[in-house]
């Protein structure tokens, strides 16, 4: 009989979005007349843009034919995709090397299974609330995670305790769920604490094409001393659009290095390198073409287009909050409205009544943490005609 990895015994039943989803399930097939709205994971709902679009038939058409067919690629991505990423951090004022750059099927998978390769034994740091997957995937694996404290008071920001150590720090800035963003000065202490605790920081900046102010950094490499001590994932799902098509990237920096416990040293590049090649055979050619074309001005400029829409949406929510008197963070640097569930509900409770009383499903904060327990979190993601409609009827909820 194979012996199970038992860690799963300590995850809950299921992911947090898959458990909404039977909740939404069971509620509409025991109301097949209702119509609901899904406000609830942070899916986009526009087309991808056309010079997207051009590219990624350029890519199917080059399958076509024996003199442009492509095989297996380089499992790290094809040069000009990787090319076209380093350009798009130069535009925004930071310097990668095409070798710190890692295509991938998207920074979901990227985060989880950086946990390959750290020890067992690592102190994890990881706020509270969070994107679950940090959590779950170091559940898998057996870690002990220290959760630090995001709440109201700090802004959902919150700021390394100088008095304790850890080794492996998640970020996620602009944060999902609650939409909070650092600053440079924030940014750097965190930075500071890892190169004084020689920890690393995983930062995932999925949601920097969110950041409207610009006195905000959209990399943790605007940061100095960041390429010592952080890896950076990020992503075009909600960039241009990709979440059904996939393709991510993760930023690892070739001076990131730590002593191993036989004298020497690794290169986490090396490492990361090493398991993409042994686990992963790369996108696709035809998905990176299509990527490589959301970093040209043109393709950029289309998929601004889209994000002006959703932050068009976050307003809407926003506004709507603001007139009932509703406590929030976020909808600006980000595509997320958290606030506080009405009445003093805990959010399952609020889940469960906002889908029976007007039929709109988000996503309930306990979902993403203790911190979330009296929290919600509504997506920007929606189309227009329904996010107005999902806020009309949020009017009549109280
Ligand atoms: C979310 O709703 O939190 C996101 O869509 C999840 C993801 O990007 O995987």
């Not at 960041?226 to 799902?237: G, Q, R």
């Amino acid at each position: 009989m194979p012996k199970l990895n038992e860690n799963y015994l300590n995850l809950k039943e299921n992911y947090l979005f898959a458990e909404v989803n039977h909740r939404v399930r069971d509620y509409s097939a025991a109301h097949p007349d209702k119509k609901i709205i899904r406000l609830g994971i942070g899916d986009v709902t526009l087309p991808i843009g056309s010079e997207m679009i051009e590219q990624l038939h350029e890519g199917v058409d080059a399958m076509a034919s024996s003199e442009t067919f492509k095989g297996y690629g380089p499992e790290q991505g094809y040069e000009f995709l990787r090319n076209a990423i380093v350009d798009y951090y130069k535009r925004n004022g930071v310097s990668v090397a095409a070798e710190e750059i890692f295509v991938s099927d998207g920074a979901k998978s990227d985060t989880g299974n950086i946990t390959d390769i750290f020890d067992k034994d690592n102190i994890v740091l990881i706020p509270d609330p969070v994107y679950p997957v940090y959590v779950d995937t170091n559940t898998m694996n057996g870690r002990n995670i220290t959760f630090i404290d995001a709440n109201a008071e700090n802004n959902f920001l919150p700021m390394p305790d100088h008095s304790k150590h850890v080794d492996i720090i998640y970020i996620c800035s602009p944060n999902n769920p609650t939409g909070a963003a650092y600053n440079h000065e924030q940014l750097k202490e965190w930075v500071d604490y890892a190169l004084e605790n020689d920890a690393i920081i995983l930062y995932d900046s999925a949601y920097e094409c969110f950041i409207t102010d610009p006195s905000l950094p959209r990399s943790i490499f605007a940061i100095e001393g960041a390429k010592k001590c952080a890896i950076e994932f990020c992503s075009l799902s909600k960039t241009a659009g990709f979440t059904g098509t996939r393709c991510g990237y993760t930023v690892v920096p070739k001076d990131l290095k730590y002593a191993t416990s036989n004298g020497g040293e690794l290169s986490i590049n090396a490492m990361w390198n090493r398991r993409q090649t042994t686990k992963f055979n790369g996108v696709s050619y035809i998905v990176q073409k299509g990527a490589a074309a959301a970093f040209s001005p043109e393709g950029m400029a289309q998929c601004k287009e889209n994000i002006k829409y959703y932050q068009e949406n976050a307003k809407i929510i926003a506004s709507t909050m603001d007139k009932m008197g509703i406590r929030y963070f976020g909808g600006v640097n980000s595509p997320y409205i958290w606030f506080e569930c009405p009445k003093g509900m805990e959010s399952w409770e609020f889940f469960d009544y906002m889908l029976d009383k007007i039929q709109v499903v988000g996503t309930p904060g306990a979902g993403f943490g203790n911190n979330g327990k009296y929290f919600f979190r509504l997506t920007a993601f929606g189309n227009r005609e329904n996010t107005i409609e999902a806020m009309k009827r949020f009017e009549t909820l109280l």
